[in-house]
Every structure is written in structure tokens, then in C-alpha cells.
């Protein structure tokens, strides 16, 4: 099996917003290791191609997502410029079949790496903590997938938007955050940041760590998501979704159509 081939059949699919079936039902030997060098191929062509890492993100981090997918291991994926929005208008131009969750974004102001990271070293390298939301859209046949296939897909990455408001890390106790999503004026899902490993920070550590393994880090200005605090809920053209934060105001999402 050739990996660069599975990369750039997937790559045509994220670029062009094609679903596709899962790439373990016609490579069943591929490894979590092999799946994260797909993902950095595509992520490598898409640099080559003009665009830029800006950060990372983690996923699977709350039982709620790992219940709703199936995987029960936390993964990563990489952000680059192209997936930010900077406002509430989400184009499902070159989308799948989005969904939306709340997340809680950390902006590094030093370097952080190695296997040995504690929440300690995090606080130290965090400038500030934002409210945050991601659309994910995963390239597989309705959204099923393995571990292997998630990593491979750069962790079903679509788009994020962070909050105007940038907070002190120390502000909040970021577990205690609740959050409400609410589409269309109904409530479809609430949560603490206590559901993502029991507190944010222990995220970014988890990341570190991983990274560590692939001789990675986070860099100074970088965005780290943190992962979804509830259940990803579905979009469609004229949804409108507000997510509330505890204290910190909300974030819209207007999906266009
Ligand atoms: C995988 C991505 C999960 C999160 O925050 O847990 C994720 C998926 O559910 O498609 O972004
Ligand atoms: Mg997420």
C-alpha cells in the first residue's frame, strides 16, 4: 500500500467536499502511526499549496463525542488559516454534512513540547482562553468511522471560529464553564467544560504529550481546541445557532442559503 496515494485520494476529497467510503474497508492493515503520516501529508500539501498551520486541535476528549462516534481514544488534528472563520456566516460551500460543538480554545504565548508537560507548564505558556466553536465534517459515508479512518481525515477538521473576547486563564475555572447551544431558539445540547478530561488544561497536556512522540509542538501563537464539551449538533442552510458560555457572552453561527 502505497500512503501517499491514500493521502491524495483523501486530499481530493477534502478539497473538493466529496464524501467517501472509509479507506480501512480497502486498507485494513493501516496503523494509527500510518494514519497520522496521511494526515500530515495532506496538511503538508495544503502548505505547499499556500496555506498556513495556525494551531491544532484535539477530539474525542468528552464521552459524549466518544459515545456519539464510537472511538474512545483522543486524537489530533491540524488547523490551518484557511479553516478560520471571522465571522457568523458559515458557507456550506465545500461541505459535507456539518455539524457544530463548543469548545474552549487556549492561544499559546510560548513554545511548548515534550513528553513530560504538566498543567503547570501550560498555565505558564497560556496568553489567554477563548470561547470557541468548530464545524466538523467528516469526508466518510455518514460520518462512520474507525480511529485509523479519523486520523487519517485530520480529525474530521472543517472550520472554527473563536470569540471576539480573550480571557485571563485564571478569570474562570474552565470546568465550571457551562455551555448552552441553542439552534433555531431551542435548546439542543448543555455542558461543562469539566466534560472535556475533566478539565481543559489536561487537553493541551494530552496534545503535548502526543505530539512529543512526533517530534511536534505547540508554538507561540498558536490556537489549541481543546475539544467539543458536547455533542456536535447538524446544520443546514438558514440554521441559526447561538452557543452561550457562562459568563463570557456567545457565539453565533448563520449558515448560509
Ligand atoms: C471527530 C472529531 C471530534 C471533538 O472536538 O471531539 C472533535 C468527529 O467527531 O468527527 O472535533
Ligand atoms: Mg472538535
Redesign the pocket.
Known sequence: MNLQEVAYELYRHQQEGRELEKITLRHDGLTVDQAYDIQRFNIDNALAAGDRLVGW??????KA?QV??G?DEA?Y?RLLHSMELFDSQLSLQGLIHP?V?P?IAFVMKHRLAGEDVTARDVWLATECVMPAV?V?D?RYRN?S?TLVD?VADN???AKFLVADQAYSPYQFAWDQVGVVMKKNGEVMQTGAGAAVLGHPVRSVVELAHMLAREGEAIEPGMVV????ITE?IHLHAGDEVVVEFDGMGEIFVEVEG
Not at 486541535?57 to 468528552?62: D, E, I, N
Not at 481546541?225 to 467539543?228: A, H, K, Q, Y
Open positions: 486541535k484535539m477530539g474525542l476528549t468528552s463525542k456519539s462516534v472511538v486524537i488534528g455539524r460543538e469548545e468548530e466538523i467528516s460520518f468511522f479519523v480529525a474530521s477538521s481546541l481543546t475539544g467539543g456536535a
